[in-house]
């Protein structure tokens, strides 16, 4: 069946740092593929997408390129900030493009000042 | 944007009873709705799909007599833990698409930590 590996936290870096997150994928097909976050105390939310090979989903300064070759979704982001301390959550949905997603495990990121 | 509400935040319940957890979006319709359970350091694991007006469907592994889920109206599903017990102590999490199809439009509810002691 799907799945995803998510990069395992906690992750701490000082603010303005470059950060990656990195995701890979196994699924049937090209899937799409999806970055969430979750704030304190908030539902998750969607950050970026991106639905096919090589497609470059981006949002709030964070992208993910869509990676066939190597299945794989790294978040990138070039300069973090205090107020992306959150979890997040690598996912993907099947070719049928349904609504269910798999899920990685979740990434805590905490930026320190 | 969207927001999906859920009910309580958290529970602490005895082994052997019940307890419902409500899934609400607040302000858009939802005929489905579906209900994912996250264990410490893993990934959210769909349970169900709750369907407006139908039973719902259970994901592969998942008792259906043990998580009930009814889907009241448009914008309200509830899961019940029947006979709980400390296995069944987890954080349960609520998403409802605000658009038929496209897994994009998801909206997903604060959660729900439940405790069976």
């Known amino acids: 069946g799907d799945s995803v590996t998510q990069m395992e936290g906690p992750v701490t870096l000082s603010e303005e740092a470059f950060l990656t997150i990195n995701c890979t994928y196994t699924a049937t097909g090209y899937p799409s593929l999806f970055w969430y976050v979750q704030y304190p105390g908030e539902g998750l939310q969607l950050l970026l997408k991106?639905?096919?090979?090589?497609d470059k989903g981006s949002n709030k300064g964070f992208e993910a390129t869509y990676r066939k070759e190597t299945t794989s979704f790294h978040l990138e982001k070039g300069s973090v900030q205090v107020s992306d301390s959150a979890v997040y959550f690598c996912?993907?949905?099947?070719?049928?493009?349904?609504?269910?997603?798999?899920f990685g495990t979740g990434t805590r990121l905490t930026i320190i000042p | 944007g969207a927001v999906v509400s859920q009910h309580p935040s958290w529970v602490i319940c005895k082994s052997g009873t019940s307890v419902k957890i409500e899934c609400r979006s607040l302000d858009f319709q939802a005929t489905t709705m579906f209900w994912y359970r996250q264990f410490p350091k893993q990934s959210l694991m769909l349970m169900a799909t709750s369907n407006e007006g139908s039973k719902a469907t259970y994901e592969q592994g998942v008792e259906k007599d043990k998580f009930l889920i009814n889907h009241a109206s448009l914008t309200l599903s509830t899961l019940t833990v029947t006979s709980a017990h400390p296995e069944d102590s987890s954080f349960y999490i609520c998403?409802?698409?605000?658009?038929?199809?496209?897994?994009?439009?998801?909206?997903f509810g604060p959660g729900t930590r439940l405790t069976v002691l």
């Open positions: 998403s409802a698409p605000k658009q038929t199809g496209g897994a994009d439009t998801q909206y």
């Open positions: 996912a993907l949905s099947d070719i049928f493009g349904n609504e269910k997603l798999t």
């Open positions: 991106a639905t096919k090979a090589d």
